[in-house]
């Protein structure tokens, strides 16, 4: 099914003009491996109760909305925190906690949000205007919060009554919709944020069809059914234990075991395999998100800090990082490592969205031979060594020596650093890294896949880099209400990313997350969280 994103101002979806690109390949093609996100459990007979195991291929960070910055996070809060918005099967927002899309003022300046009533926290606290406002003001202003960004310039959150937010902003934000359909827009309990302070997420209190239990470092999390859930009668399991397994064929060998009952990330080394047991159930989804890595221009005082040139030819010329990407055949690279199961990625912009013509996802060439010269001309010895981190894992580590074997073509010398997930969480934000190979899951707005990355002082600026220019265009970009005009900025945005290369984009992953035929209701969309909290065990009578 074709994504499309929201219309008009919530989220400024443009259909643009295809636009031809110098010196590029062919537009990114999506995958032919069909789509499958899923079913809701609808009429079907399923079990009451019931404890589900799901493998986790990776550990989260703090299970904290306003701090985390790990997709696996994500998969957890699904299930205990809801949020204002949310996105549905066919790519669109849809309200959440919300009760409808937000309204806004002719000036676009003032943003109204009507949310549930009659709703109560896990801890019983209720859930109205002023709890929102609570959240929504600490994802604002919070030490280390990885949201600010991502919510816009705004000057004051405020309540009208109980059951309504109203956001008022210095200039129009087209994106708040969008950041509201992630953990921009959990909500969390303010009792449990004023006992717990800064130690939230280590007690995670919010709004969902589950409540969180207990976690052992490194081993598992815990959540068990919330009987206050405002939605309790379709919440069928009474736990689900999110069990660390790295290993994606430790998962598979799991899931063939009964041990566990799904698990994501599964190995494209294995999806054929997966797809064809009778016993099991492969999802298949396209990606907002894109993987590539991060390259440290000024990021020495950590992520959102003033950026400090960092003193390397890498960091300091253009052209060693553009060389750099003229060395990598993406489409090449997939084939080889991925077994054609995910797609090559060139730009932030998804092939999933509207805003996917061929300026805006067009690949560079591919030219080793103009790499070499970029490499002579810059004055550096070849091979030019680089230092990336790479997580720990086989797929990542066979794609980072493809990689590297591809690269040597074009003059540079890859050393590979095989790094745990959340030491490399830490060195992202620390800027403790010279390159880190090291994706996102995406945003149905540029915005969030652009923006959060790039813009001066961003909390989520890893690299540290600073570009006046493309921060006025992305401004331009997300404070207009024009569809056509926010189009036409993001291909201007697009072309001076390439120009400069804080990030190279590589390849975009589809969402492969295998499950039990005794399990029905796991779907998962293109913003690639896995959704558990409706799930239930199949009924006997008709396993």
Request: glycine share 8%; aromatic share 8%; hydrophobic share 40%.
């Amino acid at each position: 099914m074709r994504i499309r994103l929201l219309r008009a101002l919530a989220l400024g979806v443009t259909a643009l003009a295809v636009a031809s690109c110098s010196h590029s390949q062919a537009p990114v093609a999506i995958a032919t491996h069909a789509d499958d996100y899923g079913q809701p459990v609808g009429d079907q007979q399923v079990q009451q109760g019931g404890d589900l195991v799901m493998g986790l291929s990776n550990d989260p960070d703090r299970l904290d909305p306003t701090t985390s910055s790990s997709l696996y996070t994500r998969y957890v809060m699904s299930t205990i925190c809801e949020k204002l918005y949310d996105n549905n099967a066919s790519g669109n927002l849809v309200p959440q906690l919300a009760t409808e899309l937000p309204r806004f003022s002719d000036d676009g300046l003032t943003v109204t949000i009507p949310i549930r009533t009659g709703v109560s926290f896990a801890d019983g606290t209720p859930f109205d205007a002023a709890a929102v406002r609570t959240s929504l003001r600490r994802h604002l202003s919070m030490e280390g919060s990885q949201r600010s960004a991502e919510l816009g310039p705004i000057a004051e959150v405020e309540t009208d009554g109980p059951a309504q937010v109203v956001i008022h902003y210095r200039t129009p934000f087209a994106p708040i919709t969008a950041a509201l359909a992630d953990r921009a827009g959990m909500i969390m309990s303010p009792t449990a944020l004023k006992e717990e302070g800064n130690d939230f997420g280590d007690h995670p209190v919010c709004v969902g069809p589950f409540k969180f239990a207990q976690r052992t470092a490194q081993t598992s999390i815990v959540v068990e059914r919330d009987p206050l859930y405002y939605d309790a009668q379709n919440v069928h399991f009474d736990t689900i234990t999110y069990r660390i397994m790295a290993d994606p064929k430790a998962r598979t060998a799991a899931l063939h075991s009964g041990a566990i009952q799904v698990a994501d990330t599964m190995s494209p080394q294995d999806a054929d395999a997966l797809s064809t047991d009778p016993r099991l159930h492969l999802l298949v989804s396209g990606s907002f998100g894109f993987q590539g890595f991060y390259l440290n221009i000024g990021n020495v005082d950590g992520a959102g800090k003033t950026p400090k040139q960092i003193d390397t030819p890498l960091a300091k010329d253009p052209r060693i990082r553009q060389a750099l990407s003229l060395s990598i055949d993406r489409q090449a690279l997939v084939d080889k490592a991925f077994k054609g199961w995910y797609d090559p990625a060139c730009t932030a912009i998804a092939p999933l969205t509207s805003y996917a013509t061929q300026a805006s996802t067009a690949c560079p060439a591919f030219d080793p031979e103009r790499s070499r010269r970029l490499l002579a001309e810059a004055g550096v010895q070849t091979p030019y060594p680089i230092s990336m981190q790479v997580m720990n894992v086989a797929d990542q580590l066979e794609y980072a020596q493809v990689l590297r074997d591809a690269v040597a073509a074009g003059g540079f010398d890859l050393r590979i650093v095989p790094t745990e997930y959340s030491a490399m969480l830490d060195a992202q934000k620390r800027g403790t890294y010279e390159a880190l190979l090291l994706g996102w899951s995406g945003r149905l707005d540029p915005d969030g896949n652009i923006a959060r990355f790039l813009v001066t002082g961003s909390t989520g600026n890893y690299t540290g880099y600073s570009s006046p220019s493309l921060d006025d265009v992305l401004a331009w970009a997300a404070h207009t209400t024009s569809p056509a005009r926010r189009g036409a900025l993001y291909e201007q945005a697009v072309r001076s990313i390439a120009r400069d290369n804080p990030y190279i984009y590589t390849y975009r992953l589809r969402n492969l997350t295998a499950h039990s035929t005794r399990v029905t209701g796991i779907e998962v969309y293109a913003d690639g969280a896995v959704r558990l909290g409706k799930a239930a065990f199949v009924s006997e009578r008709n396993s």
